[in-house]
């Protein structure tokens, strides 16, 4: 699975958008990016997952540079309860069965 | 919709002891069953997974097994607990091919005294 790189803490205001980049510069063509992030003391939660395309879900939209070697996953209107650490997983389907994590963005959504 | 559930949220045992940590899956069937660990302050780790009844797969070698003897029903075991057993414990599942994500529970915290 490609490494991943995220930048460790984001602040994000209340009710603003929340943008946190990820680099996968080594990102092979079959291997897909997803997103999870987890609450403290919580189980991961996934986000959303993507190939090529940009995808848009309820919770968050992934948008994708053409190239693939980085992706920034978009919360609209961060609330407080956004607030968690942030994993970018880059992996080929089917390639195994562990999910590397990572260290992860710890976000911070302020008042 | 699919849902999974863990039990029990929090369990403290003694050193020695046994152990015994349940997941169960509803709202699909066949899926990949995972069992992951998280020491303090660090990553996910995998422990075990299963793409069927019986068939367990371990990734590292430890004090712990695994055993499915339902198709959606996956159990965390062992004999003897060591104080180095002590983290959250997280059970998993995805369904059986392809790129779709793997999706958690909300995880035992176990604390071994």
């Known amino acids: 699975d490609a490494k991943t790189t995220q930048p460790p803490s984001m602040d994000c205001a209340e009710g603003r958008a929340a943008n946190l980049p990820c680099n996968h510069s080594t990102i092979s063509g079959n291997e897909y990016v997803y997103w999870y992030r987890q609450i403290h003391s919580q189980g991961p939660q996934y986000i959303i997952h993507?190939?090529?395309n940009n995808e848009t879900n309820e919770m968050a939209s992934l948008i994708i540079t053409e190239d693939r070697k980085s992706s920034t996953l978009i919360l609209p209107h961060a609330t407080l309860r956004d607030t968690a650490v942030y994993y970018c997983?880059?992996?080929?389907?089917?390639?195994?069965?562990?999910?590397?994590f990572g260290k992860g963005t710890s976000l911070l959504v302020t008042p | 919709s699919q849902t999974i559930h863990q039990w029990p949220a929090t369990l403290v045992q003694p050193v020695g002891s046994p152990l015994s940590l349940e997941c169960t899956v509803e709202?699909?069937?066949?899926?990949?069953l995972y069992w992951y660990r998280q020491a303090a302050g660090r990553g996910l780790q995998l422990l075990f997974y299963s793409v069927g009844i019986g068939q367990i797969s371990s990734e590292v070698p430890q004090n712990l097994s695994a055993s499915r003897p339902q198709d959606r029903q996956f159990i965390l075991s062992s004999k003897k607990l060591l104080l180095s057993d002590s983290g959250f414990y997280l059970c998993?599942?995805?369904?059986?091919?392809?790129?779709?994500?793997?999706?958690f529970g909300d995880g035992t915290r176990l604390s071994i005294l």
């Open positions: 998993a599942w995805s369904p059986g091919q392809g790129a779709q994500p793997q999706h």
């Open positions: 997983i880059v992996r080929v389907a089917d390639s195994g069965y562990a999910l590397n």
């Open positions: 709202g699909t069937s066949n899926p990949n």
């Open positions: 993507g190939l090529k």
